[in-house]
């Protein structure tokens, strides 16, 4: 089983809709999470962090789940310009701090 | 946010040959630099982690032997992909954490492209 996994999609939605991601994690010694952006052949920049009461910014909400050990990501009112790969990103803080990442979701907005 | 250069943003060589990616950390000093790799359509694989004037810790599977690290000074890092050949071609991408505190936020570098011939 892989440490981090998500559902590739592609997802392929409408502009201005709202589409949710989800990211599940094995390793219970995890203890920070992030959402990244990559868009393509360009390196990954990060989109939030996510905080356990969850968190808010502009269009964009994180959610973290560690009883299911599940993080999510919300996007209202999508535009154009968020079609890219979400990478959902896990530190695990065990004898060495190691980031894994997710193998990323696609997410294609149409006009 | 920080800045992470890396050079050279794409290289071509022949089979055999070796290949030296820089990573520099341009207005932080990096206690720790990640090398990552990452074929089309997949995710970023951590290669190795280094630590300024220590040895680098590869992950499993990774050949130290066939990269090199070397992380000389808290702001340079390189990686040298040694008698490279076509399966070594992929997008090789370099990331900083500054201070000690391991949940601080990773900057990327913007990547180079190697294609080995």
């Known amino acids: 089983r892989k440490e981090v996994e998500q559902d590739p999609g592609p997802f392929n939605v409408p502009e201005g809709a709202t589409v949710a991601f989800n990211c599940t994690y094995s390793?219970?010694?995890?203890?920070?999470f992030f959402w990244y952006r990559q868009d393509c052949r360009k390196e990954p920049k990060l989109l939030m962090s996510?905080?356990?009461s969850g968190n808010e910014d502009g269009r964009f909400t994180a959610q973290l789940n560690r009883a299911s050990q599940y993080i999510s990501l919300l996007i209202r009112d999508s535009k154009l310009s968020d079609s890219a790969t979400y990478l959902c990103v896990v530190n695990i803080h065990s004898s060495a701090s190691k980031i894994i990442f997710g193998s990323g979701t696609r997410l294609s907005i149409r006009p | 946010g920080a800045v992470v250069s890396q050079h050279p943003s794409w290289v071509i060589c022949k089979s055999g040959t070796s290949v030296k990616i820089e990573c520099r950390s341009l207005d932080f000093q990096a206690t720790t630099m990640f090398w990552y790799r990452q074929f089309p359509k997949q995710s970023l694989m951590l290669m190795a982690t280094s630590n300024e004037g220590s040895k680098a810790t590869y992950e499993q599977g990774v050949e130290k032997d066939k990269f090199l690290i070397n992380h000389a000074s808290l702001t340079l890092s390189t990686l040298t992909v040694t008698s490279a050949h076509p399966e070594d071609s992929s997008f090789y991408i370099c990331?900083?954490?500054?201070?000690?505190?391991?949940?601080?936020?990773?900057?990327f570098g913007p990547g180079t492209r190697l294609t080995v011939l």
């Open positions: 990331s900083a954490r500054g201070e000690r505190d391991s949940y601080n936020e990773q900057f």
């Open positions: 390793n219970s010694a995890s203890q920070s």
């Open positions: 996510v905080y356990s």
